[in-house]
C-alpha cells in the first residue's frame, strides 16, 4: 500500500513546486485537485487554479481528478463535498494506486483539505504532507522584499483580522503577513485610513 500523498503545488508558479513535490505527482495514478465554481463567469464557469498548474508541469491529463468545493462561509457544503473525496480516496487506496491530493499553496497551511488528510490518519491510512513554497515568501521574493532579519518577528493572521490586531503586531516591531486578505479588506482600508505611514 502506496501512503496518500498531499502535494503543495506552491503560490501558483508551476516553477515554484519542489522537486519532492512534482516527482510524485509524476509517479501517481490519480491527482486529485479542487475546483470551484465561478459564478460570476460566463465563459468560465469552472477554474481550477491547480489544474492549471498540473497542465503546465505537464502531468498527464488522464491521471487528474477535479473534485469540486464550493466556496462559502458556510461550510456544510465544502464538508460534504470532501466526504466524498475521502470515499473515493480510499476505493482507489484499497484497488493499490499511487495517490496524490495536489492543494494550491501549502497543504498544511490554511487549507481545508486537512479534514481529509487527519480523517485518513484517523483510519489508520499512511498519509505524507510534502511542504511547498508559502505565498506569502513568494510575494516578498517577487517584491524584493525581505520580510524579516535578526531578531524580528513575523505574524500571520487569517483573512478575519482586524485593523487593531495588525496595528499591534506592527508596534511590536514585526512584519505581518494576512492569509486570504480579500476577506478583511475593509479593515485593511480602515488602517491605511487611520495609519498612512503603514
Same mark, same amino acid.
Given at each position: 500500500?502506496?501512503?496518500?500523498? =498531499?502535494?503543495?503545488?506552491?503560490? #501558483?508558479?508551476?516553477?515554484?513546486?519542489?522537486?519532492?513535490?512534482?516527482?510524485?505527482?509524476?509517479?501517481?495514478?490519480?491527482? =486529485?485537485?479542487?475546483?470551484?465554481?465561478?459564478?460570476?463567469?460566463?465563459?468560465?464557469? &469552472?477554474?481550477?487554479?491547480?489544474?492549471?498548474?498540473?497542465?503546465?508541469?505537464?502531468?498527464?491529463?488522464?491521471?487528474?481528478?477535479? =473534485?469540486?468545493?464550493?466556496?462559502?462561509?458556510?461550510?456544510?457544503?465544502?464538508?460534504? !463535498?470532501?466526504?466524498?473525496?475521502?470515499? %473515493?480516496?480510499?476505493?482507489?487506496? !484499497?484497488? #493499490?494506486?499511487?495517490?496524490?491530493?495536489?492543494?494550491?499553496?501549502?497543504?498544511? =497551511?490554511?487549507?481545508?483539505?486537512?479534514?481529509?488528510? %487527519?480523517?485518513?490518519?484517523?483510519?489508520?491510512?499512511? &498519509?505524507?504532507?510534502?511542504?511547498? &513554497?508559502?505565498?506569502?515568501?513568494?510575494? #516578498?521574493?517577487? +517584491?524584493?522584499?525581505?520580510?524579516?532579519?535578526?531578531?524580528?518577528?513575523?505574524?500571520?493572521?487569517?483573512?478575519?483580522?482586524?485593523?487593531? %490586531? &495588525?496595528?499591534?503586531?506592527? %508596534?511590536?516591531?514585526? +512584519?505581518?503577513?494576512?492569509?486570504?486578505?480579500?476577506?478583511?479588506?475593509?479593515?485593511?482600508?480602515?488602517?491605511?485610513?487611520?495609519?498612512?505611514?503603514?
Amino acid at each position: 500500500m502506496y501512503p496518500i500523498l =498531499f502535494v503543495s503545488l506552491g503560490p #501558483g508558479d508551476p516553477e515554484l513546486i519542489t522537486v519532492k513535490g512534482l516527482k510524485a505527482l509524476q509517479a501517481a495514478d490519480s491527482i =486529485f485537485c479542487p475546483e470551484t465554481m465561478n459564478k460570476n463567469s460566463a465563459t468560465s464557469p &469552472v477554474t481550477s487554479r491547480a489544474a492549471a498548474i498540473l497542465h503546465r508541469l505537464e502531468i498527464e491529463a488522464k491521471c487528474i481528478i477535479r =473534485f469540486d468545493i464550493p466556496m462559502s462561509r458556510q461550510r456544510d457544503k465544502a464538508l460534504s !463535498a470532501y466526504d466524498s473525496l475521502y470515499a %473515493e480516496i480510499l476505493k482507489q487506496h !484499497a484497488d #493499490g494506486k499511487k495517490i496524490c491530493v495536489a492543494a494550491e499553496g501549502d497543504a498544511g =497551511f490554511y487549507a481545508s483539505i486537512h479534514y481529509v488528510y %487527519e480523517r485518513l490518519r484517523k483510519k489508520g491510512i499512511p &498519509v505524507e504532507h510534502i511542504a511547498g &513554497v508559502p505565498a506569502f515568501i513568494a510575494a #516578498g521574493a517577487r +517584491a524584493g522584499i525581505h520580510l524579516v532579519s535578526r531578531t524580528e518577528t513575523l505574524t500571520v493572521l487569517p483573512g478575519t483580522a482586524t485593523a487593531g %490586531e &495588525v496595528t499591534r503586531c506592527i %508596534e511590536r516591531e514585526g +512584519a505581518v503577513v494576512i492569509m486570504k486578505l480579500s476577506k478583511c479588506a475593509q479593515n485593511m482600508h480602515e488602517l491605511i485610513r487611520l495609519h498612512p505611514e503603514y
